[in-house]
């Protein structure tokens, strides 16, 4: 069974340059690692298991330790850095790379570019300090940096949309696409690495998922509660969820432009009607642009414009 996301519905008003970026680093540090296994005849997992094993190099291929100094062992600042821009295979890397992508654009595109970068690498200093202190033992893989940003994710958009592929293979064949809230499937994902950290981990670091999803939910939070970062009129965090805060009137006049109110009638309401209503439901409106870019908007905007984020037409919100 395969449980895959796709997309979110999360608008975008900057290019996530930073997590494109960092995803190119690391595409690029596996490129150098399948280079350098091709040149001494081995294999990435023979080194891997090779230097977390502590054994002399002579019972492996080959004569020279490999990543040796990349790879997250012990309490130094190397490997603490480099082990994120690891993998330990095929598998590793897209997984990891395709939650990066789902998220990171998101996340980078939010709170912007500079402080993405250094966030990521904060939450993945601190994901290995995690493991080193809860479990201990080799590690490579950027998934404590990604559950970090997964965790901001929460913070920053709980109730929008993720599109996952549900996928069966035995002992039937069954496929099947459907969109559910953020806060569920993420949820979801924390469960089965708490379980995991329970049952030993195997060879999976769910200490460094758990300490970087934690790190990521503090540091989101702090962003917030220092309006460092500010949510847009059509987005609401994890607080205003809870707290059911109302979208703050300044930020109103952002993305949304008030047009003429004989413009809204729906339904024999006004404009005024309408939004009145909506907003006393608070609940989400879901929108879809001809170019086929869909996001959620809160109800309370009903009867308004908007720019579409992807290719900025005016679309009306029902």
Not at 211 to 234: E, H, R
Not at 270 to 282: G, H, I, L, Y
Request: charged fraction near 15%; proline fraction near 3%; charge should be positive.
């Amino acid at each position: 069974m395969l449980l895959i996301p796709l997309q979110v519905d999360v608008p975008r008003e900057r290019l996530p340059l930073a997590n494109w970026l960092i995803i190119v680093v690391i595409i690029g540090f596996f490129a150098w690692q399948i280079n350098q296994v091709k040149t001494y005849h081995t294999t990435i997992s023979d080194e891997l298991n090779h230097i977390a094993s502590n054994q002399s190099s002579h019972a492996f291929k080959i004569k020279t330790d490999l990543f040796k100094g990349f790879v997250l062992k012990d309490w130094n600042m190397r490997g603490l850095l480099g082990h994120m821009f690891l993998h330990g295979g095929w598998m590793h890397i897209i997984g990891n790379l395709l939650f990066l992508w789902i998220f990171g654009n998101a996340v980078s595109a939010k709170i912007g570019n500079l402080k993405f970068m250094l966030i990521y690498l904060l939450l993945g200093i601190g994901a290995g300090a995690a493991h080193l202190y809860f479990k201990g033992g080799a590690s490579v893989g950027a998934s404590g940096a990604i559950n970090g940003i997964v965790g901001m994710y929460l913070v920053l958009f709980p109730t929008n949309s993720i599109s996952c592929l549900f996928v069966i293979i035995l002992p039937i064949y069954y496929v099947k696409v459907f969109e559910v809230s953020s806060y569920v499937m993420i949820f979801y994902w924390l469960i089965f690495d708490i379980l995991g950290a329970f049952m030993g981990g195997g060879n999976t670091a769910y200490y460094a998922h758990l300490g970087g999803f934690a790190g990521g939910v503090i540091v989101a939070s702090l962003l917030l509660q220092m309006k460092i970062v500010k949510m847009c009129n059509y987005e609401k965090s994890i607080f205003q969820v809870f707290s059911r805060q109302p979208v703050k009137e300044e930020y109103k006049t952002l993305l949304y432009n008030r047009v003429p109110a004989n413009d809204y009638a729906t339904n024999g309401k006004t404009q005024n009607e309408s939004k009145t209503s909506a907003a006393a439901n608070d609940e989400f409106i879901r929108v879809k642009c001809e170019c086929g870019m869909k996001c959620k908007i809160s109800a309370q905007f009903s009867g308004r414009m908007a720019k579409c984020p992807r290719c900025r037409q005016p679309v009306r919100i029902p």
